[in-house]
């Protein structure tokens, strides 16, 4: 089992329920492929809203814990879309979803620029200059209105996927 330090966060500034999130165009990768794309113009395709999930690095073992839960639960059954932010490179998801067999896409933000806007940068500790998303889960109607926030308040933290399943109707 893997040791880690809780370790209390800093209050954010996040979209909440019925605020529009910001919208952003990142390479958006599945297992076979990326191309740019529009949170919003994923957001308006789908029928269901549209999961937003912010994790550390891919690879990191809080990621790879969230997204092998998600996995086990099926919410990529029962959202219109459920994708992810991550910091890593386009080549760096595209292994992972390819290894872990993953059904989700992840967009490729290196610059961290959508955990800016979003209000949930992670100052990652004893590693100058680097950040990345905080946990954290929102989800999207067509429009970009947050339906539901959660943000991780500590780290490592991970999503209350039973009162988030609650809360979206899965």
């Known amino acids: 089992m893997v040791d880690f330090e809780v370790v209390a966060l800093e209050p954010t500034d996040h979209p ?25 113009g994923l957001a308006s395709e789908v029928d269901g809203p549209t999961i937003l999930v912010c ?10 814990y969230v997204w092998e839960e998600l996995h086990e639960r099926g919410w990529h059954e029962e959202a219109g879309a459920v994708v992810g932010v991550s910091i890593s490179t386009p080549y760096a998801i595209k292994q992972f979803l390819e290894t872990t067999d993953s059904p ?4 490729s933000d290196p610059q961290n620029r959508v955990a800016e806007e979003y209000g949930i940068v ?3 500790d004893g590693m100058a200059g680097l950040d990345e998303p905080r946990p954290a889960v929102f989800a999207l109607d067509a429009n970009l209105t947050v ?24």
Do not use: K
């Open 16 to 40: 909440e329920s019925g605020d529009e999130a910001p919208d952003f165009t990142r390479p958006l990768v599945t297992d076979e492929f990326w191309e740019d794309r529009s949170l919003s």
């Open 104 to 107: 989700f896409a992840v967009f």
């Open 122 to 124: 992670n100052d990652l």
């Open 55 to 64: 994790t550390p690095m891919i690879g990191s073992y809080p990621g790879t």
């Open 147 to 170: 339906e539901t926030a959660w943000v991780a308040e500590e780290w490592p933290e991970f999503p209350p996927y039973d009162d988030l399943e609650s809360e979206l109707g899965f």
